[in-house]
């Protein structure tokens, strides 16, 4: 029996009402950090033509950043369950969108703590992880945080591969290469 957040390795099966064959996914998982950077959706409909091109699946994860404010324990421990929330909501959005795109529920993952951290930790932990699907910005700053970590202290450690999605390609370009 499989948990939901790990992919399946099953065959195509066929459904008894209606005898139509349905796919389920295969071992291949891309991973996603969910934010709401505009390079997020390049790398989310990355993920998701790759997944559906493979009969992979997509994972999602939304790090929340812990809670600053210590002062008063009360405050603090409010803080960080609204902040539980919104990542709830946002990866429902997001989980409904990759659905929509894929015909299978991607696998979620909440994790608090640093985002770099919390990334790699999580690559680590799940084995049924084998891709790692980030936007780059197309700014003048540079790619953003995490992509640079990655690509300049991360790369040769990590036990999969990265793949950096140009925040400016447009739907048809993603279409296209994957």
């Known amino acids: ?33 969910v934010d709401d950077s505009e390079e997020f959706a390049a790398a989310l ?22 809670a600053e ?23 429902n959005v ?7 795109r894929t015909g299978h529920l991607p696998a979620l993952y909440i994790r608090e703590g640093k985002i770099r951290e919390e990334v790699v930790k999580l690559i680590s932990d799940e ?9 780059a910005s197309s700014n003048a700053e540079g790619p953003g945080p995490l992509v640079t970590y990655l690509v300049e202290k991360m790369a ?10 140009p925040g400016s390609l447009s739907e048809e370009d993603i279409e296209h290469i994957t």
């Open 127 to 135: 084995d049924g992880i084998s891709l790692l699907v980030l936007g």
């Open 94 to 100: 997001v989980a409904s969108v990759v659905q929509k």
């Open 1 to 33: 029996m499989s948990d939901t957040n790990q992919p399946t390795n099953e065959a195509p099966t066929e459904t008894e009402e209606t005898g139509n064959t349905e796919r389920k996914p295969s071992g291949r998982t891309f991973l996603c950090v």
């Open 69 to 91: 404010f210590q002062h008063w324990m009360a405050v603090g421990e409010r803080m960080r369950e609204e902040a539980r929330e919104e990542a709830e909501e946002m990866l």
């Open 156 to 165: 040769g450690r990590l036990r999969i591969p990265v793949t950096i999605v």
């Open 45 to 66: 409909q990355f993920a998701c033509r790759r997944a559906t091109n493979t009969n992979g699946r997509v994972a999602l994860l939304y790090v929340v950043q812990p």
